[in-house]
Nanobody, 125 residues
């Protein structure tokens, strides 16, 4: 599977952005999906994950209640709606696909196989 992330940009604190990840290739619904980020000088961390069927989600504690992950298997897309953005959300965001995924689990771990190119999000204070 190939992944293409988009939607990053510059936003003021308290604002919103919506990131999109478009997948190409077959069997998109066999992959668990996730959004990661890497902030300057920090390690990569997973922000949100969604199960193959879209029915289960999981979030990094610091984004719970502010970020929402969703997917449309027919359109082969994954979205990350980010609200009430904070300067500490500034990072390059990546979507990723996890091949070893069961239908109803959102994998909030680092065991992902395929990565998009990243889209930069900058939140000004």
């Amino acid at each position: 599977v190939q992944l293409q992330a988009s939607g990053g940009g510059l936003v003021q604190a308290g604002g919103s952005l919506s990131l999109s990840c478009a997948a190409s290739g077959r069997a998109f619904n066999t992959y668990g999906m996730g959004w990661f980020r890497r902030a300057p000088g920090k390690e990569r961390e997973i922000v949100a994950a969604i199960s193959r069927n879209g029915g289960y989600t999981s979030y990094l504690d610091s984004v719970k209640g502010r970020f929402t992950i969703s997917r449309d298997n027919a359109k082969k897309t994954v979205l990350l709606q980010m609200n009430i953005l904070k300067p500490e959300d500034t990072a390059v965001y990546y979507c990723a696909a996890r091949s070893r995924s069961i239908l109803t689990t959102a994998y909030l771990d680092d065991d992902y196989d395929y990565w998009g190119q990243g889209t930069k999000v900058t939140v000004s204070s």
